[in-house]
């Protein structure tokens, strides 16, 4: 392949998406961090069962390591391609040995088969120039640079890509650090600027807010990205499962062209969204990736990954409402409620449009429940909670979402909250009232109400917590509970006990989903398969 040097970066050349010329799609490549030989060879049979192209010997990891038996054992019979590495400690790997013993047992490692090796940049020089004229006809030399701190400017990782160019290397490597997701947005310049220079490159931001760059690897051409077998197993932070890679991220379907939609929040990690997004956008064939984004600052982030292909994201805690102001256009019950859960790239204009699915996916939800508990006497067209009295537990962000919902079908909203003040806030906000909690229990002005708890009261772990008495409930003709997990709540289970008809926060986490795919994708969303993966794993 032809290499060309690609000093001089500059940053407007981040181009993103079509319009590139791609390489082959990613290898994924398993790094084994065992500390035996035995355990390897296991771990390798298992990389390539896992779905592995390339696996990675880290043989730094191994304990009294007899390089020429070892590796001749772990090469004979290799199940793929595989990459030695010996990391020393002055470069973040285990080797505290003597320099040229580690040299020689990369020699060796080529000799005996190798398909790649990992060289660090320190001795790269020295290191090419000892296997000049040796080196076998597809083997490759990996030259690698670790910054272990931070991501400099794209310019300085394009001027080391050229530095590490001049050592002859087969592949450049660079791993650096993300302080904050915007980070990665520089390597992925990089990246997109080596393919169009042909330059094979592996470019990985380590940490939580850099792992856009390996699950977004092949959109941007990097050469490979690393999945650990099992977590745990992991050799540098941030590194996701292969299981992940493959099944949830469907890696080997990520090109050029796919749209990246994403959960902006903080913390990310626990979320199912990923689970329930990717599948569904697979399910009706879309081409879209959605990923977990730890982000910091939401402005910030939307600045810089401004290009049209991140078309779309949801919002979670603590950046709902910091997204009203950081939208182009809000939709005006979005805006009452001062939170947006959805965030769309409109692709006429570029701009950021911002909605809310939370009210609508709970509204809509607890309407078909009262159409199911019994006749409103209201026509089809019109909302059953029309004339209704609602009352909502709670006044944060859920709360304000039903009593805005509620609101606007033409409910009379009642809000009791814990903090007198807050509820007496939002109610003057929404045009309702406010009562304390010890009020809720005696509250029965009227028949068929309706109750919506939008506290985290019985929310796991704390399942036994309630925020009504089973008795207070009698007074109400349908209880809506936004506690999802356990999927039947305490005072779900108290409502049922006592003919009341309920309506699960499952529910609305399903519908809301539900809207912010029709949101992301202009289509019907697949409501069936999105039940049975909600059902599977939340
Ligand atoms: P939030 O903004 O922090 O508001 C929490 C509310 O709960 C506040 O009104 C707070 O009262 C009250 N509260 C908290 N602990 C309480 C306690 N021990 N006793 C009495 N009141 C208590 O939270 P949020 O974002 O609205 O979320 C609330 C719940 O809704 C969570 O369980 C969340 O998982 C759920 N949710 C579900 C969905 C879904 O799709 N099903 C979507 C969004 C949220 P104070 O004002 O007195 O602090």
Redesign the pocket.
């Known amino acids: 392949m032809k290499s060309s040097s690609i000093s001089g970066l500059l940053a407007s050349d981040f181009h993103l998406g079509s319009g590139i010329m791609r390489m082959n799609s990613s290898l994924i490549c398993v790094p084994l961090v065992s500390k035996s030989v035995d355990e390897m060879l296991i771990g390798m049979v298992q990389a390539k069962d896992s779905g592995a192209d390339v696996i990675e010997l880290r043989i730094d990891y191994l304990e009294s390591l007899r390089p020429r038996s070892d590796l001749e054992i772990l090469l004979r019979d290799k199940p793929l391609p595989v990459l030695v590495t010996y990391r020393p400690k002055w470069e973040g790997g285990q080797y505290e040995g003597d320099e040229q013993k580690r040299l020689d047992a990369l020699r060796l490692a080529m000799e005996l088969g190798a398909d790649y090796i990992d060289v660090e940049l320190k001795v790269a020089h020295e290191f090419m120039s000892s296997i000049s004229g040796n080196k076998p006809e597809k083997f490759k030399v990996i030259v690698s640079s670790h910054n272990y701190q931070s991501t400099p400017s794209a310019e300085e990782i394009g001027n080391l890509v050229a530095t590490i160019q001049a050592t002859g290397a087969d592949i450049v490597k660079i791993a650096t650090y993300a302080v904050d997701i915007t980070d990665v947005a520089r390597m992925f310049q990089v990246l997109v600027h080596c393919q169009s220079f042909q330059v094979p490159i592996i470019g990985l931001v380590m940490s939580e807010r850099g792992a856009i760059s390996r699950l977004l690897c092949p959109k941007f051409g990097g050469y490979l990205t690393f999945g650990s077998v099992s977590a745990g197993k992991e050799s540098a932070p941030g590194q996701p499962t292969i299981k992940d890679l493959l099944d949830l991220y469907n890696l080997k379907n990520i090109g050029a062209d796919t749209k990246v939609f994403g959960l902006i929040g903080k913390p990310v990690g626990h979320s199912k969204s990923p689970l329930l997004h990717n599948a569904a956008f697979r399910s009706v064939g879309f081409n879209a990736v959605y990923v977990p984004l730890l982000v910091d600052d939401l402005a910030n982030f939307l600045k810089v990954y401004s290009a049209p292909d991140f078309a779309g994201f949801s919002c979670t ?1 603590p950046h ?1 409402e910091t997204a009203v102001q950081c939208c182009d256009e809000v939709d005006p019950i979005a805006k009452s409620i001062g939170a947006v859960n959805t965030i769309i790239r409109r692709p006429s204009d570029g701009k950021l449009i911002g909605y809310n699915t ?1 009210y609508i ?2 509204i809509s939800a607890i309407e078909d429940g009262i159409r199911g508990s019994h006749n409103t006497g209201i026509n089809a067209t019109g909302s059953p909670l029309a004339g209704k009295l609602f009352v909502v ?9 039903l009593a805005f919902g509620a609101k606007a079908k033409g409910a009379k909203v009642v809000i009791a ?3 007198y003040d ?2 007496r806030e939002l109610a003057d906000l929404v045009g309702g009232d406010a009562i304390s ?1 010890a009020e809720l229990e005696s509250f029965h002005p009227a028949n068929g109400m309706i109750l919506a708890n ?4 019985g ?1 796991h772990p704390n399942i036994d ?1 309630t ?1 009504i008495s089973k008795q207070a409930l009698s007074f109400y003709s349908v209880v809506f509970d ?4 356990p999927k039947v709540t305490r005072l779900l289970r108290e409502a049922e006990e006592s003919g009341v008809s309920t309506v699960s ?5 399903i519908r ?1 989903a539900m809207g912010q795919f029709e949101l992301f994708t202009g289509m019907p969303a697949p409501e069936k398969h999105m039940r049975e993966i909600v059902a599977r794993y939340v």
């Not at 936004?482 to 997990?485: F, K, R, T």
């Not at 926060?505 to 986490?509: A, C, K, L, T, Y």
């Open positions: 805690m709902k939370d996916g709970a537990i709670g006044a944060g962000g859920a709360g304000k979402a909250n814990r903090t807050r509820a909690l939008t506290t985290s009261m929310m917590g925020p936004a506690v999802y997990i926060g499952v529910e609305m986490f809301q």
